[in-house]
């Protein structure tokens, strides 16, 4: 059983395209169904049926995650050596989900604050000044952030308030970083006259499909941000960004979120999806000593028993 994060890119130098990579290792834990080194073991013709288990280690491990530029993969591998002949192999990944929630840093029940002035020049005149305020940082996949957005258009032209939720992918290797940004979804309002003021609650609702945040890997970090923007005409618009930390949507809190639907017009612009297959909760358990051990089962073969599991194997 094997968990590693890996990143690669690829930058241009000049007349030269350099290559940059990084992996880092998490664990790598091997079992010999068939003792190593038993030569005398033969197997009659049919089925042979071999039961395994793995304890998942317990740290604070990321989340299961694939790009072009970088992928965190947990998975099984499975070989059957045979003396003259090639290796026989087979893998099958799983995923695992960094168990977060709400209760598990005060950071994402921290409210959001921000506000911005700005003068307008060339083809407009005046100032338009926004206030953006969200209730917390952590939001779970599926639900709903209110967004309240105070704006004063002193200007004159008509402004209008728009909103995009964007996710940042950083990967790092050898002291460089490769950025990418992609809208997750867009949607805006309606305009704002001149000299007018105007409070604006708007819900946005994350998709179900967009990805975890992954902020606890050294090499590859997945982040989101929420921006709030005014959009006007032959000038820069004003906007505010927000971080915004996503958590799994089937992680249960003793406060359940906002289940608000999503608004009107809502547009999702772009589908993250970590992959499939089973599925596990990364989550340390707490220690009960009167509570059963797990320990491989045990075998009743002709020519094997089931050995223990051995140490962490230094191997890449």
């Known amino acids: 059983m ?33 003792e190593e080194g038993r030569g005398d073991c033969t197997l009659s013709q049919g089925s042979h049926v071999y039961p395994f288990a793995f304890q998942i280690p317990v740290q604070q491990l990321p989340s299961s995650f694939k790009s072009q530029h970088g992928k965190i993969v947990y998975k099984l591998e499975a070989n059957l050596s045979r003396s003259q002949r090639l290796d026989s192999k087979a893998k099958a990944e799983f995923t695992v989900t960094n168990e977060l929630n709400l209760q598990s840093d005060l950071m994402l029940m921290t409210p959001q604050h921000e506000t911005i002035d700005k003068k307008l020049k060339h083809f407009n005149s005046g100032e338009v000044n926004m206030d953006v305020n969200i209730e917390r940082t952590g939001f779970y996949q599926g639900e709903g952030i209110n967004i309240v957005a105070s704006i004063q258009n002193k200007s004159s032209r008509d402004v209008k308030l728009k909103y995009c939720l964007y996710t940042k992918h950083s990967f790092f290797a050898k002291d460089m970083r490769k950025l990418e940004t992609k809208d997750i979804l867009k949607d805006e309002g309606e305009s704002i006259p001149p000299s007018a003021s105007q409070t604006v609650n708007k819900i946005i609702t994350i998709p179900l499909e967009a990805g975890v945040s992954i902020l606890n890997c050294e090499i590859l970090k997945v982040e989101y941000r929420l921006k709030v923007y005014l959009d006007v005409k032959y000038a820069f618009d004003p906007k505010i960004k927000l971080p915004i930390v996503i958590l799994p949507a089937f992680v249960e809190s003793c406060e359940e979120p906002s289940t608000h639907p999503p608004a009107d017009g ?41 050995p223990p599991l051995t140490s962490l194997d230094k191997k890449s």
């Open 2 to 34: 094997k968990g590693k994060a890996k990143v690669k890119f690829t930058e241009h130098n000049g007349k030269k395209n350099v290559t940059y990579y990084s992996q880092e290792k998490y664990f790598s834990i091997k079992q010999f169904l068939i």
């Open 266 to 306: 809502l547009e999702t612009l772009s589908d993250f999806t970590q992959f499939g297959g089973p599925s596990f909760f990364q989550e340390p358990p707490p220690y009960n000593p009167s509570a059963p051990q797990l320990h491989p089962p045990s075998l009743t073969q002709s020519c094997g028993m089931f």
